[in-house]
């Protein structure tokens, strides 16, 4: 599958746009799901259904897939509803389990590292004893693989973080529903939808 990516500078904008092949990917279009922060009991959590990209911030509710918590600013945990069948690229040990951060265009698919555990977390490089994969004020794409009715499906989410782990949110999610292997940060044809990185979208929500 070819992706066409376009730059005017380093600092600008990062747009992705797939070609024909790329049909089957299903893209959630641009998110701006803000991640809850607490250490009340049940801890405040977003939850996903990476089907539908029906989302919750008060309960959980039937169909979710993964959720997102944590009160920590060195790390995200990430987890899923079912153990065994979620599975996101990472080294797969330490705690808490590492989870990597992808180059936009990374392969993602059955050559790809996994983690053993259903689950794991994102790192800030602060977090000891190993330094962690995250950028601070950027977008971070994870790569995941889920088993749905016997097919094994690829794909990419992307969290937006701040200064640390306290300041996070999902901004987009895609799968190839093919499962065809999917490059980190593509979008499926036609038109050409923008993966804002750190120059665009942190400078928009700065100006508002």
Do not use: C
């Amino acid at each position: 599958m070819a992706i066409q990516k376009f730059g005017a500078a380093a600092a600008a904008a990062l747009v992705l746009v797939a070609d024909s092949a790329s049909a089957a990917i299903v893209y959630s279009g641009p998110l701006n799901l803000a991640i809850p922060v607490g250490t009340t009991s049940p801890v405040p959590r977003l939850w996903v259904d990476l089907d539908t990209f029906a989302t919750s911030t008060t309960a959980s509710f039937t169909g979710w897939d993964i959720s997102f918590s944590g009160s920590n600013s060195t790390f995200l945990t990430i987890n899923s509803q079912t153990l065994s069948n979620n599975r996101f690229v990472g080294t797969g040990t330490g705690t808490p389990t590492p989870i990597a951060r992808l180059e936009v265009g990374t392969v993602i698919g059955a050559s790809s590292t996994f983690g053993t555990n259903g689950g794991g977390s994102l790192l800030m490089p602060t977090y000891l004893p190993a330094p962690g994969p995250i950028l601070a004020n950027s977008e971070n794409i994870i790569g995941f693989r889920r088993v749905v009715n016997g097919l094994t499906i690829y794909g990419w989410i992307s969290v937006l973080v701040g200064n640390d782990m306290l300041t996070r949110s999902v901004t987009g999610i895609a799968y190839e529903g093919s499962g065809a292997a999917i490059e980190a940060g593509a979008i499926p044809a036609p038109g050409a939808l923008a993966l804002l990185g750190l120059g665009g979208l942190i400078s928009a929500r700065r100006r508002r």
